[in-house]
């Protein structure tokens, strides 16, 4: 049982290890709302390690609000490639541009805040506890995981019912003083002590308070249902080339996956006779002999692409279609592509 004032020694242990033991990452050393906001958007579903070198260049090139709110979409997918989930970027720019326009700031008030596009309770929680020192829950993976063992939830952290009790206890808990530090305490707690897997609890600066440590359940906790699993969708890629070397590239809708990237030729089929029929529909053209190039398997969130590649040469070349043009190799680089593509393009050699 735990003492009777132990929610104080909880937040002391934690905060005062937080700021003795905390990693130096680069958007710990501002308190630029701004820059903190692009930063937690960035580490939603993407590792630190990756996310340094992005925020590092995307703080630099939209270094204020302005920047990004009235940047080309183009320019702002190509200082995105690669981080994923684009509409990730998508939103933060509107969310940016209405936030600008409406208070030429970052506004401190956490319903405003949470008002704009794509500010989830996270976000919303994470900035204004941070930027602006207003205690608010930020519930991500890792704090589920570390409060569901120091307070033996059992609840299934999977449910979008069960964030709310972890909200509700966080405020429980919280350093009215100093919720920057107990937020990020319990972030970096999980990601380094409380891991999914082997959590080195002998190394964990909150273990006395801990209901799992005590009771031999941390590898128990937390209760989480498993996903659904994933479906696999075939996808052919004819990668045409004509008698220039010029690579034909179509840019994909401004809706759904992969929204606005530009890629090879595809068709959601995996019979490449029917691909060549329904490319060469859409772009008016005959397509040649096809050569197989590769064969891959790439993992989206929710879906799995069985992609197969193949080469061919286009005898006439007529007007591209709309959304699609004729690149030279050193073109490319230029335009945003998605993984898949990039995928197909190192197979290539292009």
Known sequence: ???????????????????EEKRDLP????????????????????RVDTVIPYYARFTERFSDMKELAYAPEDELMKMWEGLGYYS?????????????????????????????????????????????????????????RVLSRILL????????????????AVMDLID?????????????????????RRPKCLLCPVREFCGAYH???????????????????PHTVIVLQDSGGRWLMEQRPDEGLLAGMWQFPTAETGDPEEAVRIISERHGLSVGTLEEAVRFR??????????TAYTA?????????????WFLPEDLDALTLPNPTKKVRAALGV
């Open 176 to 196: 009215k003083e100093d919720p920057s530090s107990f937020n990020q305490g319990l972030m970096e707690l999980g990601a380094v002590i409380c891991t999914p």
């Open 27 to 46: 958007w710990r050393r501002t308190r630029n709302p701004y820059h903190i906001w692009i930063s937690e958007v960035m580490l939603q579903q993407t």
């Open 88 to 144: 990730r970027a998508r939103n933060l720019q509107s969310a940016v541009r209405e936030a600008y326009e409406t208070y030429g700031e970052v506004p401190a008030d956490p319903e405003s805040f949470g008002k704009l596009k794509g500010v989830g309770p996270y976000t919303e929680g994470a900035v204004m506890s941070i930027a602006y020192g207003i205690p608010a829950p930020a519930v991500d993976g890792n704090v589920m």
């Open 298 to 307: 790439h993992v989206f969130t929710h879906r799995i692409w069985e992609v």
């Open 1 to 19: 049982m735990k003492p009777l004032n132990w929610k104080e020694g909880f937040r002391d242990s934690l905060t005062g290890w937080y700021r």
């Open 313 to 325: 040469s286009v005898p006439e070349v007529g007007t591209p279609a709309d959304r699609s043009g």
């Open 153 to 168: 939830i059992d609840d299934d952290i999977a449910k979008p019912k069960t964030r709310r009790l972890f909200e509700e």
């Open 215 to 233: 009771e031999g359940r941390e590898e128990e906790l937390p209760v989480k249902s498993k996903k659904k699993k994933q479906q696999s969708f």
